[in-house]
T-cell receptor, first 114, second 114 residues
Framework: AQSVTQPDIHITVSEGASLELRCNYS??????LFWYVQYPGQHLQLLLK??????LVKGIKGFEAEFIKSKFSFNLRKPSVHWSDAAEYFC????????????FGQGTTLQVKP | NAGVTQTPKFQVLKTGQSMTLQCAQD?????MSWYRQDPGMGLRLIHY???????DQGEVPNGYNVSRSTTEDFPLRLLSAAPSQTSVYFC?????????????FGAGSRLTVL
């Protein structure tokens, strides 16, 4: 069965520091991979997605993620974190046969210290 | 465009009461789905629909009913609410085809069952 694991439930970084949020998935074929962000009190918004091609994908707000097939990973990175990045981040996987159905990870809450 | 609209935003129920969470989208999306969000568990799929008249169960369907009489609307019914259904509910929609896994979410409905 498909699954998504985000090993870090809560991460705290200082403003200006780099960020990496981990995501590992379980799926037999090449999946469609996503990172969503949920700012406090808001709904989920798409940060970036990977469907095929270049495994390094860039998203909004300076975020990027790298698909590493051999490691079943899709980690999210940002070179310099801003206080406004404080939010909950969700990794998700979908498949071509399950359109409209995503499997989400547990989420990682990011706190940014001034 | 309004996107995905959910009502109500907040609701408090007593155990055993019934209610319907409304979801409407104006993007002519064929696929619609309902997720519940619980702390530490990410988002879990309740029910989904690939078109009017077609629905299927997701990961956690027990206690919930859905129907899809029109493309635009996808209500979620709780027939006899239980405290375990206290959660935040998100409706989502997406198009058919290669972009079908990119979900547009509603703002959420926070339900408390006493």
């Amino acid at each position: 069965a498909q699954s998504v694991t985000q090993p870090d439930i809560h991460i705290t970084v200082s403003e200006g520091a780099s960020l990496e949020l981990r995501c590992n998935y379980s799926y037999g074929a090449t999946p469609y991979l996503f990172w969503y962000v949920q700012y406090p009190g808001q709904h989920l918004q798409l940060l970036l997605k990977y469907f095929s091609g270049d495994p390094l994908v860039k998203g909004i707000k300076g975020f990027e993620a790298e698909f590493i097939k051999s490691k079943f990973s899709f980690n999210l990175r940002k070179p310099s974190v801003h206080w406004s990045d404080a939010a909950e981040y969700f990794c998700a996987v979908g498949t071509s046969s399950n359109t409209g159905k995503l499997i989400f990870g547990q989420g990682t809450t990011l706190q940014v210290k001034p | 465009n309004a996107g995905v609209t959910q009502t109500p935003k907040f609701q408090v129920l007593k155990t055993g009461q019934s209610m319907t969470l409304q979801c409407a989208q104006d993007m002519n999306h064929e696929y619609m789905s309902w997720y519940r969000q619980d702390p530490g568990m990410g988002l879990r799929l309740i029910h989904y629909s690939v078109g009017a008249g077609i629905t299927d169960q997701g990961e956690v369907p027990n206690g919930y009913n859905v129907s899809r009489s029109t493309t635009e609307d996808f209500p979620l019914r709780l027939l006899s609410a239980a405290p375990s259904q206290t959660s935040v509910y998100f409706c989502a929609s997406t198009i058919r085809g290669i972009g079908a896994n990119v979900l547009t979410f509603g703002a959420g409905s926070r339900l408390t069952v006493l």
